[in-house]
């Protein structure tokens, strides 16, 4: 049976798309139809594979965040990530896959709701992250992905640790291998991330006699695969995990060189572990004595086969009437476990449904949001904590607070709320806006003169905070709300996620 499945990439840095055309390529030689989606800094890469891609809309967390500010991850980030859900639903549901395979968690999200067997693939847990921010989300999203895919799949160089979900399956990293050969271009291979360039380290390793090939030089033309560089290679320095699972395959030994949080925090993960064929440096000097002396070969299997052969042999399993799991559910939510596209009734239904809910839940959603606002406005009152409040947003203080945050994550578990109870979009956004729209109607009583704000600033700020966080928290929570149903099994308890 030739199997049609899906495979989608994050859209930040070209290594999510390298090492997702590595799993296409392998599904392809098992004979599976590989439509490819993600977009993003991996789109010309895919392209040069032979893959016309879908792309959905673009998110781009690590610059609105680290390079921007909460305020831009609020009005930039979060709107996109839920127009980028909606947008895997809508192609999902026109190709029809059998299964999607992707490290991108909207994606992720998508499949649910699109009834469609997702298998993920992903490396950077919680426990790597020391930003309380970037921890929340990485716990949220692994959670989710773990309890959603029929398989977790978890590519890694490093032995089994604290950090290691339960439920995972690990695999050995995965490399993009083209044909297998090898080129001698050069001594050593730099390869800059999307966040980072190398190209005065380049320069300088030029100056002490080595023949370089850096990536990231204008000059330099994007190949299908970079593998066959390394594995001519002396030495390969780099910043993502990508590159370093391409070392690990390529028997190439590896300096790291991090820039973002999460590359950071892999190289302390490598470093802590004392990963064979890898050393860390934490500055460009650090670079040249690793180079010079650079550890030992590393020695690793490429695990976009055993992905491959994983993800068919499961999806032969699954299309097995003696094993497959039964595809219904009764109570509320019964349903058919994998769903054909919705005419286009069931679609005006389905948008009603997502817009309004079910009458008695979303008239309780929104008899919750007055009590909420009533109490909150009172306690801002009685503590006079208006100012103390307003001073946390990243939009007054430049920067995230403690306060913040936790306000934050409270309105996205409100939104949860509300989408677990069938209360609706707007019942359970208006849930989440409740606690805003507290604090917000102080202005209106409480002795603040400096700065004046307009009539329409508790609604502003509704729309704002509770708004982007509400809608964030209602799409998690309605996805989550159908686990039992996409696995065919409870989700599992106690997961280790760090």
Request: proline share 7%; with cysteine.
């Amino acid at each position: 049976m030739q199997h049609t499945i899906a495979v989608a990439h994050y859209p930040e840095g070209a290594g999510h798309a390298t090492r997702m055309v590595a799993i296409g390529k392998e599904l392809e030689k098992r004979g599976a139809d590989v439509p490819m989606a993600g977009g993003g800094s991996g789109t010309d890469f895919v392209a040069l594979n032979g893959y016309d891609e879908f792309e959905p809309t673009l998110v781009d967390y690590i610059d609105t965040y680290q390079d921007g500010s909460m305020s831009e991850v609020i009005t930039e980030s979060v709107p996109a990530s839920v127009r980028r859900v909606l947008d895997y639903v809508d192609w999902l549901q026109r190709i029809d896959p059998d299964a999607l395979v992707t490290d991108d968690m909207f994606a992720a999200m998508a499949a649910p709701k699109a009834g469609v067997p997702l298998y993920v693939v992903k490396h950077d847990m919680p426990a790597l992250y020391e930003d309380r921010l970037e921890r929340t989300g990485a716990f949220f999203h692994t959670r989710f992905q773990l309890t959603t895919a029929r398989k977790f799949l978890y590519p890694v160089v490093c032995p089994p640790s604290r950090i290691d979900p339960d439920d995972a399956t690990r695999v050995s990293p995965i490399a993009l291998d083209g044909d297998g050969h090898t080129i001698d271009a050069a001594d050593v291979v730099c390869v800059p991330s999307h966040y980072s360039e190398f190209d005065r380290i380049a320069t300088q390793l030029e100056q002490q006699g080595y023949d370089v090939l850096n990536v990231g030089d204008e000059e330099w033309d994007a190949v299908p695969s970079l593998l066959p560089y390394i594995r001519g290679a002396d030495a390969v320095v780099c910043s993502g995990y990508s590159t370093i699972m391409d070392a690990a395959v390529a028997g190439t030994p590896c300096v790291i060189y991090p820039e973002t949080s999460e590359q950071k925090a892999v190289a302390e993960w490598i470093d802590t572990a004392d990963v064979a064929g890898f050393t860390v440096a934490e500055d460009a000097i650090d670079v040249f004595e690793a180079v010079q002396s650079p550890p030992e070969s590393p020695s690793y299997r490429n695990g976009a086969s055993e992905i491959a052969t994983t993800v068919i042999d499961d999806l032969r399993r699954l299309n097995d009437p003696t094993t497959a799991p039964d595809r219904t559910m009764s109570g509320d939510d019964s349903e058919q476990q994998f769903r054909s596209p919705p005419r286009t009734n069931e679609r005006l239904e389905s948008v009603r449904s997502h817009l309004l809910g079910q009458g008695r839940r979303a008239i309780g959603a929104a008899i919750g949001a007055v009590g909420l606002t009533a109490l909150v406005s009172q306690q801002v009152a009685a503590h006079n904590s208006y100012t103390t409040i307003e001073q946390s947003i990243p939009t007054y203080a430049g920067s995230v607070g403690e306060p913040f945050l936790t306000g934050s994550v409270v309105l996205f578990l409100l939104g949860m709320v509300g989408a677990r109870m069938n209360a609706g979009v707007v019942s359970s956004v208006l849930l989440a806006s409740g606690p805003v729209i507290g604090w917000a109607v102080t202005h209106w009583t409480a002795s603040v003169t400096t700065p004046q704000y307009a009539a329409t600033f508790p609604l502003e700020m509704a729309a704002l905070y509770g708004g982007t966080f509400g809608v964030l928290g209602y799409v998690v929570g309605r996805s989550i709300g159908r686990l039992p149903i996409v696995n065919g099994k409870d989700p599992p308890n106690g997961s280790a996620l760090g």
